[in-house]
């Protein structure tokens, strides 16, 4: 004859592992969302704008500066120097690993060993370029560890440059 | 005969104990964070690799996106209300005392000063409508500076006289923003002799550095 537990004396149990389960995903979530939310900020300096003498333009050997242009389509345009006679370039390039970096790098390089002093970035944004190019320019310079560059105004002569290679 | 027993150990584990600290790290956690405003302006940042974090305190954050349009806003209610009074000063618009306390809630903004009262009086769902707010004018109008040049100013003046700190200026653009929208607020950042700013990004994923 079977058995029949009749003995009513045990304490309800109730399975908690569901509960526990739901109180770790909650836990999970509000660490995730407390702590990764923040944002993250690129410090930016800009040269000193003085508007009483905006001819005081500082002087640098042509040798040491390259000069960044952003231009439409997510393409940049570099060249060593002067615009008007170019040491190296005018050439287009984009932000991507193999675009800008490589030559960065080179000419980091190139100018220490040449001169003694690091190398000069100029960035000028042209007005078809966007807030993504500048970011991502300023990223690169931070990655190839460029101390000094600097973010200046674009020039008709440039924009007219960066027409002529159809990223305008 | 006695029966011979093979005792068994049982796979139910007593989960009591684990609930317990489980529910007691999910307190601790929920009360901690802070609840988190929607933008009135939700703009997508541009990524990089850069790992440091944007401050809690003494920061002012003005946030582009949607063609051009610009919003402003200050961390700590205490700072909003102190700028507040000194732009009501400013342009000789009384605010009583409710609306500076609604005010205060309000993450950011970018409305005209004009149209300040309007939305102050809505509730947080509606002021947040997209497409609602026109942005905060951000050109002079003859001699008089922009009212963003203004409200940044009433800011730092309100973090100083408030927290006794320098209020740290943030940009918060849209990736596809273009570049002049971007310029113009540099250029108003450069006018009141900051040279030094903050540009919001998202961290970049996929390793991108090396």
Known sequence: MAELNTGGKQMPRVDLTPMVDLAFLLITFFMLTTTLAKPHAMDVAMPDKDKENKEDQLEVADNRTMTILLGANDKAEYYMGQLEKPLEGPTVTDFSKNGIRPVLLKKLKDVQAATGKSLIVIIRPSDKSNYRNLVDIMDEMKIVNATQYMIGDIGTAEVELLKRDGIY | MPKIKVKRASTTIDMTAMCDVSFLLLTFFILTATARQPDPLPVDTPASTVQI???????????????????????????????????????????????????????????????????????????????????????????????????????????????????????????KEQYPAIKKVIDILQGQKINKFSLVTNLRTENYAE
């Open chain 2, 53 to 175: 974090k944007v401050p809690d305190a003494n920061l002012g954050t003005i946030t582009v996106g949607d063609n051009g349009k610009m919003f402003f806003g200050v961390a700590g209610p205490n700072v909003r209300v102190r700028m507040l009074e000194r732009m009501s000063e400013k342009y000789s618009v009384g605010f009583s005392q409710k609306e500076k306390e609604r005010f205060a809630l309000m993450e950011g903004f970018g409305v005209p000063f004009g149209n300040l009262k309007q939305i102050i009086a809505m509730d947080n769902a509606a002021r947040n409508k997209p497409g609602l707010q026109p942005g905060i004018p951000s050109d002079s109008v003859g001699n008089n500076p922009s009212e963003l040049h203004e409200w940044i100013i009433a800011a730092r003046y309100a973090t100083k006289e408030i927290n006794n700190a320098e209020m740290r200026v943030a940009i918060k653009g849209d990736a």
